[in-house]
Nanobody
Framework: QVQLVESGGGLVQPGGSLRLSCAAS????????MGWYRQAPGKQRALVAR???????NYADSVKGRFTISRDNAKNTVYLQMNSLKSEDTAVYYC???????????????WGQGTQVTVSS
């Protein structure tokens, strides 16, 4: 059984920073891409940033230059450093990872439970 556990959300003022973490645990043979998505009230869940096992990254246009995704493969953890936060960044942030639980099955997509980020003065 695989679990993704997020941490680091909270309330921050506009212009502030937060760092989200997501740790994968359980039965893991390999982890491929990991990423962060967000869902604001009344909107669909959308990609924020994604990073491959080799370190290649891609970002939503709205966060380029402000957010940085990184990962620690030894800890099965992905991070999202969020700077210059804006009110429109307010959303529930979800971690996602493509994980192969064992060598006999294909990779599956797993989601964390979500962490709230609120940007408000």
């Amino acid at each position: 059984q695989v679990q993704l556990v997020e941490s680091g959300g909270g309330l921050v003022q506009p212009g502030g920073s937060l760092r989200l973490s997501c740790a994968a645990s359980g039965s893991i043979f390999s982890i491929n891409a990991m990423g962060w998505y967000r869902q604001a009230p009344g909107k669909q869940r959308a990609l924020v940033a994604r990073i491959t096992s080799g370190g290649s990254t891609n970002y939503a246009d709205s966060v380029k230059g402000r957010f940085t995704i990184s990962r620690d493969n030894a800890k099965n953890t992905v991070y999202l450093q969020m700077n210059s936060l804006k009110s429109e960044d307010t959303a529930v942030y979800y971690c996602n990872a493509d994980i192969q639980p064992n060598k006999y099955v294909f990779q599956l997509g797993y989601w964390g439970q979500g962490t709230q980020v609120t940007v408000s003065s």
